[in-house]
């Protein structure tokens, strides 16, 4: 059995992708081992590319929308067998033993979560991602595919989909939710599929005019262009929700508290290198409203998701290109041609 895998590797900033020989991780009795047949490109992987959150620890394998056949598992694991399609997000490992982990937080864990790539694992080999011919690691941050999803449409839910579901369903959104999707990317896309989905009425937030058409076929109830005054006003006071995924340097706070109804709440996952700006303290208590921060989501998020997704048969809007090609679709993704996610297939 081989213990090495091809990966399409960074080996410094601003280097095109390579193909590279690598180590897996070692084995042990939590591992599960996929032949990797699909990885989603998120922004998050730009940002490691880009090394916008800090340094990252070169030759890098980026990818964590992994969706793979399952090849070998150890004896600890219960959830996937040889033969199932398993799939893997942004977190690799957690304690499962500090208290936030086990209150079912463990995307938060206190001993801090192994990201999918630019970590270690508790072993400490490297974490390497899905832009590779094979990924190893831990069976509790594994899931299996549900049987009515296309692997290649399966695979952004394990991140993008992930992050968008959590904080939707952690606020409680519903039927009666008026919910601003503020950056419509691979992230935002799958914020107004689920929010659609959930019975909320949904509001494309963008900040030009290009997504507008697209955004119907979404299924949004209207599109705001963010740099248009009397489209903003037309929702002053209006929204139960915004859910942050993306923008650009010139954010400000301040347009957003004006569309959320008193106790409304701006959900931010964006998550761009340095730090959100300031913002009034008069102008936010006299808001009243709350800005809330959700990383990826917990193993019961992920189950959930799942089912919820098969169930109101959500199917992202994906477009494939070859692994080998991984390198044109990065320029791509840099250009902001995705719509919304692209999937890199072996
Ligand atoms: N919290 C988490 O756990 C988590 C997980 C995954 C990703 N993330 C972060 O979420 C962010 C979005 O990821 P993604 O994969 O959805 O990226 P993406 O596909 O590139 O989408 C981001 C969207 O934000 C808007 N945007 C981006 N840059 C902008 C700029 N300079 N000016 C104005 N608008 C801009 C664009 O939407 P419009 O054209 O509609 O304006 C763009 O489509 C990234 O920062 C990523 O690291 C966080
Ligand atoms: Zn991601
Ligand atoms: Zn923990």
Same mark, same amino acid.
């Given at each position: 059995?081989?213990?090495t895998f091809?990966?399409?590797?960074?080996t410094?900033?601003?280097?095109?992708l390579?193909?590279?020989e690598?180590?897996?991780?070692?084995w042990d009795?939590?591992?599960?081992?996929l032949?990797? #047949?699909?990885?989603g490109?998120?922004g998050?992987d730009m940002?490691?590319?880009d090394?916008?959150?800090?340094?990252t @620890?070169f030759p890098?394998?980026v990818g964590?929308?992994?969706?793979g056949?399952v090849?070998r598992?150890?004896?600890n694991?219960t959830n996937l #067998?040889v033969?199932?399609?398993?799939?893997?997000?942004?977190?690799?490992?957690?304690c499962h033993?500090c208290?936030?982990c086990?209150?079912g937080?463990e995307?938060?864990?206190e001993?801090g979560?192994i990201?999918t790539y630019?970590?270690?694992w508790d072993?400490?080999?490297?974490?390497?991602?899905?832009f590779a011919?094979?990924?190893r690691g831990?069976?509790?941050? %594994?899931?299996?595919?549900? @049987?009515s999803? %296309?692997?290649? @449409?399966?695979?952004?839910?394990f991140?993008?989909?992930?992050t968008s579901y959590?904080p939707l369903?952690n606020n409680?959104?519903?039927?009666k939710?008026v919910?601003g999707?503020?950056?419509?990317g691979?992230?935002g896309?799958?914020?107004?599929?689920f929010?659609k %989905?959930?019975?909320a009425t949904?509001?494309a937030?963008?900040?030009?005019?290009?997504k507008?058409n697209?955004c119907?076929?979404?299924?949004c109830d209207?599109?705001?262009?963010?740099?248009n005054?009397s489209?903003m006003?037309?929702?002053?006071?209006?929204?139960t929700?915004i859910l942050?995924?993306?923008s650009?340097e010139?954010?400000k706070w301040?347009?957003?508290?004006?569309?959320?109804r008193v106790?409304?709440i701006f959900?931010?996952?964006n998550?761009p290198g340095?730090?959100?700006?300031e913002f009034?303290a008069?102008?936010?208590v006299?808001?009243?409203?709350s800005?809330?921060?959700?990383a990826?989501?917990?193993?019961?998020d992920?189950?959930?998701?799942l089912?919820f997704? %098969?169930?109101k048969?959500?199917k992202?809007?994906?477009?494939k290109?070859?692994?080998?090609?991984?390198?044109?679709a990065i320029?791509?993704f840099r250009?902001?041609?995705p719509?919304?996610?692209?999937?890199?297939?072996n």
């Open positions: 059995m081989s213990d091809i990966g399409w590797a960074c410094a900033k601003d280097k095109p390579i193909e590279m690598l180590n897996l991780r070692g009795d939590n591992c599960v081992e032949d990797v #047949t699909h990885c490109m998120c998050t940002h490691a590319l090394e916008d959150w800090g340094p @620890d890098c394998v964590h929308e992994i969706v056949i090849t598992i150890g004896r694991v #067998t033969g199932d399609r398993g799939g893997v997000g942004p977190f690799a490992h957690s033993k208290q936030t086990l209150e937080h995307n938060i864990c001993n979560f990201g630019n970590a270690n072993n400490g080999d490297k974490t390497y991602g899905g011919n094979k990924w831990d069976y509790r941050w %594994a899931f299996k595919v549900p @049987d999803m %296309a692997s290649e @449409d399966a695979a952004s839910f991140c993008a989909g992930i959590a369903r409680g959104v519903n039927e939710s919910v999707v503020l950056g419509i691979g992230l896309h799958f914020g107004i599929l929010a %989905a959930m019975g949904v509001i937030l963008s900040h030009n005019d290009k507008r697209v119907n076929e979404l299924g209207d599109f705001i262009n963010v740099s005054k489209e006003a037309k929702y002053r006071k209006k929204l929700h942050g995924t993306g650009g010139d954010f301040e347009p957003y508290f004006d569309l959320l106790n409304g959900m931010n996952v998550s340095g730090n959100l700006p009034n008069i102008n936010f006299l808001s009243q409203v800005i809330s921060g959700s990826g989501g917990s193993p019961t992920m189950e959930h998701m089912e997704a %098969a169930e048969k959500i992202p809007w994906v477009t290109y070859k692994m080998a090609d991984v390198n044109q320029r791509d250009d902001g041609k719509r919304f996610r692209f999937i890199l297939e």
